[in-house]
C-alpha cells in the first residue's frame, strides 16, 4: 500500500467518524426533543381532567 493510499484511508476514516458523531447528535437531540413533547402531552391531559375529592 502506498503512503497516498495510507492518507486516503485516514481521511475516509475521519469522515466516516464524524458523521457518526454528528448522527448521534441529532438522534439524542430527536428523542430529547421527543420525550419534551411527550411530556407536554402528559401535562396537557392532566390538567384539563376534572379532579374529585
Known amino acids: 500500500m502506498n503512503p497516498t493510499a495510507n492518507v ?3 481521511v475516509t476514516r475521519h469522515k466516516r467518524k464524524q458523521a457518526q458523531q454528528r448522527a448521534r447528535a441529532m438522534w439524542e ?5 421527543a420525550g419534551l413533547q411527550a411530556f407536554q402531552w402528559v ?8 379532579r374529585h375529592a
Open 29 to 33: 437531540m430527536y428523542a430529547r426533543n
Open 8 to 10: 486516503i484511508d485516514f
Open 43 to 50: 401535562q396537557a391531559a392532566q390538567s384539563t381532567e376534572t
